[in-house]
């Protein structure tokens, strides 16, 4: 996000949620506010309430803004090395395509579905799979878990801490259905 984009974010925002106080502040309070505009009645006997839960969602969505424009970059990369020189970096749908090619190769795997979450101490991969009716699950997920973390090692220098394996279908053709 440019320098630009963060600045008119925070200035909306807060203009957004101080706008939320001054109509709250009518509809709570008609005419006993600091802000009270002589003439602009913004609530009136039972709609009262309304404007309250508008000045609330303004109020919720300005914050929102502020929040997004002051985040960090958070562009879901990967750092996997950081040097005085530079950096490379890995977005996770990379390692996740290099995790799903992995797990299509494995005997017996019918469909494949990957996700990806970055640690503390490395990576968390997540599989859903789909299997032939002639595999043995025990066996095909040990044999997965190491290739994928062999595999992520090599390739990206990430160390993966955990592969998690959800088997969705044995036997049944799961074309159309999403594992992802």
Do not use: N, Y
Not at 69 to 85: M, N, P
Not at 98 to 109: E, I, K, M, T
């Amino acid at each position: 996000m440019q320098s630009v984009d963060r600045f008119l974010g925070v200035v909306g925002g807060l203009g957004l949620a101080a706008a939320s106080f001054v109509l709250g502040a009518g509809a709570l309070e008609p005419g006993r506010h600091p802000w009270h505009i002589p003439g602009l009645s913004l609530s009136v006997g039972r709609d009262r309430w309304e404007v309250a839960v508008v000045a609330a969602v303004f109020f919720l969505v300005g914050v929102r803004a502020v929040v997004v424009a002051l985040a960090g970059e958070g562009d879901g990369t990967l750092v996997v090395v950081s040097e005085e020189d530079g950096e490379v970096r890995v977005a996770p749908s990379a390692v996740e395509a290099l995790c799903r090619r992995v797990a299509r190769a494995q005997a017996g795997v019918r469909e494949v579905g990957v996700k990806v979450v970055p640690t503390a101490e490395g990576l968390e991969v997540r599989l859903r799979i789909g299997v032939s009716p002639d595999v043995a699950v025990p066996q095909l997920s040990q044999d997965l878990r190491e290739a994928i973390q062999d595999q992520v090692r090599t390739v990206v220098g990430i160390s993966v801490q955990r592969v998690r394996i959800r088997v969705d279908a044995i036997g049944i053709e799961t074309k159309g259905k999403s594992l992802g």
